[in-house]
């Protein structure tokens, strides 16, 4: 700013902020859907990412049991050949990338700021931003169905069938820009979570006091960030290939067949552990609280996740054993991939030794904790034999495979967040989700699970071909299939079996009005030392954090003889959610406008180019209106009554408060 003697000076900071008039003001008040909509807060948005996996999750799920109803029987009529390979490659798309990592995303966004003691995410609006591309790279995924057709190469679409001459539909098309949003998203949510998780914690929430779920959070994202511009650089070329005339995958052209094979696998590999390792991360949440235990070797169990994180890129090619890769890279795959299954057992044991001696109580989340891992573990031992490549070159595009994977993703990774669902319900919507009926939903999703991919190892070693949409009778195939058809009926009952549990548990809090204590669970982090549900600005004063699971060594001591005592009582510890002072950020239309223009440009590439114009102008605009909107909306409705000065960004939301002052409210 000039001063009188024409000389600059810097000011003071203080100056009365300035409110943009007319589409570039910042939303105040945030009633309705409006509110969902603009929402920059971290819990809304996990929960939108929840509900959105659900809504994919059914898409999914109904294709599954299109496939299980084609295979009941030889001679299936119930699909052609053309439409089973779009719906079992959209299916397995829609369930990796719309349903399971979105599902992982929705922990994370809802619980990190949490469990480490922060406000928000580092990056409010590129929280939101994040949603709202995920959610647009499923429509336009999706609308392939509206608009001609899915994709029908697998969901690894391999070249050269993924190329215009074998696809000349636009099925491939629309996965492959699907995806490559999906991706953008991905990447926003790794830079912002990894950003919250490094700079953001708690005074005294050092990084070996963190919990083992942000843990692995942190792991997942670091792969997330190198993993997924290895696929989106493929897609790219494939792109450039299919719609103007680039030779990238096109071996009569001279290119190398397992050019994409590579890259996709480079990414496919680690995108396993993507996925299953927040499943870990909750699972060694909940083991403990109801084996009322401290997790076991919990440096294990961090370094463990680490070690996985790394080796997980050292594996890729045991996908391409079967593709002519020569003895010593098979060789040299076949003994990485053994030795990833060392961190990975060693998970396993720690979560037996938590268990080992607890005073075990089998609440719902606890079931889905064990069913986690005697699933995974099923899977991973299966999962083993492919590291022999002899018995790999056997079992590979067998339904052996099929098992498999399942096993390892959906007994792994959906049984864990199925339990996280029921164990953190209470902290997310202020009441419980019933016990009773969670309990006989388990049963049903377990015998269900294993009635449907069980067989389906007995059917890979008859040497029933993955992928096939029919086989003829007197193969042996006939019985295995019906009781695997029988079981994903089962799956798809306990699921809807699920919303109707979720549904009655919503309609039985509104007519008891029971309140719930911030700590239905007596747990042990300190996401559960704040009311059910989380107050609007989660802390009243941002808690010093002084040992792994503060919150339970607030509540529980050893008397002389080392035996576990009460010390306080939980609302004496707790935090009373009443505070009114606390800044949040304001809401923003610009991550919903600027994600609404990226289907269109995705659409123009595919059809006509005047639709990107129309989605840049949607793109372009809203960075514009993101780049001079203010920080926060000084008229509106924040948090709090005080002024404070403009010119901060958002993740001012983070508030540092002193040690004595904490410990006064604790007090």
């Known amino acids: 700013m000039a001063t009188t003697d024409g000389t600059l000076a810097l000011g003071s900071g203080a100056e009365a902020p300035v409110r943009p008039m007319g ?34 999750f059914l898409i999914g799920g109904f294709e599954a049991l299109l496939i299980r109803l084609q295979l009941a029987a030889p001679e299936g009529k119930v ?22 990592m979105p599902i992982g995303a929705s922990f994370m966004n809802y619980l990190l700021p949490l469990q480490i003691g922060a406000r928000d995410v580092a990056f409010p609006r590129l929280n939101a931003l994040s949603f709202w591309v995920f959610l647009a790279g499923g429509i336009v995924l999706n609308s392939a169905w509206l608009l001609g057709g899915g994709a ?34 991905s990447l926003l949510g790794a830079v912002n979570l990894i950003t919250t998780v490094l700079n953001m914690r708690a005074p005294g929430m050092t990084l070996m006091r963190m919990p083992v779920f942000t843990w692995m959070s942190l792991v997942t994202q670091f792969m997330l960030l190198f993993a997924i511009p290895v696929l989106t650089s493929a897609q790219f070329l494939l792109l450039f290939d299919r719609l103007f005339g680039a030779r990238f995958f096109d071996v009569s052209m001279g290119a190398d067949p397992l050019l994409w094979q590579h890259l996709f696998w480079i990414f496919g590999h680690p995108e396993v552990y993507i996925m299953i390792l927040p499943a870990f991360g909750v699972i060694s949440e909940m083991i403990p609280v109801f084996a009322r235990k401290p997790i076991f070797g919990y440096p294990f169990m961090v370094f463990s996740g680490i070690a996985i994180g790394f080796m997980g890129w050292g594996v890729w090619a045991h996908h391409m054993f079967a593709s002519g890769l020569g003895p010593i890279s098979v060789a040299a795959f076949a003994t990485a991939t053994m030795f990833i299954a060392v961190p990975t057992g060693v998970k396993i044991l720690n979560w037996l030794a ?123 195939f006939n019985f295995w299939n019906l009781v695997s058809t029988i079981g994903a009926v089962m799956i798809g009952a306990s699921f809807l079996y699920f919303f109707w549990i979720i549904w009655s548990s919503w309609r039985r809090s509104k007519v008891e009005a029971v309140v719930l204590s911030g700590d239905p669970w007596d747990a042990r982090g300190i996401e559960w030392m704040i009311p059910c549900p989380t107050p609007a600005h989660n802390f009243d004063v941002t808690p010093t954090v002084h040992s792994l699971d503060d919150f339970w060594h607030r509540k529980y001591g050893e008397d002389e003889n080392g035996n576990l005592v009460r010390i306080a009582a939980t609302e004496d510890v707790s935090q009373k959610g009443d505070a ?86 604790v007090d």
């Open 23 to 56: 589409v570039f003001a910042r939303p105040g008040a945030t009633p309705g859907w409006r509110g969902w909509v603009t929402s920059v807060d971290h819990k809304r948005i996990g929960i939108m990412y929840g509900a959105a996996a659900l809504f994919f």
């Open 79 to 100: 699909l052609s050949a053309d439409l089973y390979n779009q719906v079992y490659t959209m299916h397995g798309t829609t369930m990796i990338f719309l349903v399971v």
């Open 152 to 185: 029908d190469g697998g969901w690894f679409n391999y070249a050269p069938n993924n190329g215009v001459m074998f696809s000349p539909t636009h099925g491939i098309d629309f996965w492959n820009m699907g995806l490559i949003i999906t991706g953008i998203s």
């Open 354 to 476: 938590t268990m080992w001696g607890g005073k075990l109580k089998f609440d719902t989340p606890l079931l889905y904790s064990v069913g986690l891992v005697t699933m995974f573990t099923i899977g991973g031992l299966s999962g083993v034999t492919h590291a022999v490549a002899p018995s790999d070159t056997q079992q590979t595009d067998t339904y052996y495979i099929v098992a498999h994977f399942h096993y390892v993703l959906f007994g792994g990774a959906l049984f864990g967040f199925v339990g996280a669902w029921y164990f953190w319900w209470p902290k997310a919507f202020g009441y419980k989700l019933s016990e009773f009926h969670g309990k006989v939903n388990f049963w049903i999703l377990l015998i269900g699970f294993n009635l449907t991919f069980g067989p389906m190892h007995i059917l890979g070693l008859q040497g029933m071909p993955r992928r096939t949409y029919t086989y003829r009778d007197g193969y042996g």
């Open 580 to 665: 009114t002072d606390v800044h949040l950020p304001s809401p923003s239309y610009w991550p919903i406008v600027l994600a609404f223009g990226m289907p269109f440009i995705a659409w123009g590439l595919i059809f006509n180019l005047w639709f990107c114009v129309l989605g840049a102008i949607c793109v372009v605009g809203a960075i514009y209106g993101w780049v001079i909107e203010p920080s926060t909306d000084p008229e509106g409705d924040h948090g709090h009554p005080d002024d404070h000065p403009t010119g901060t960004d958002d993740s001012s939301a983070q508030v540092e408060v002193s040690a004595p002052e904490e410990a006064a409210l």
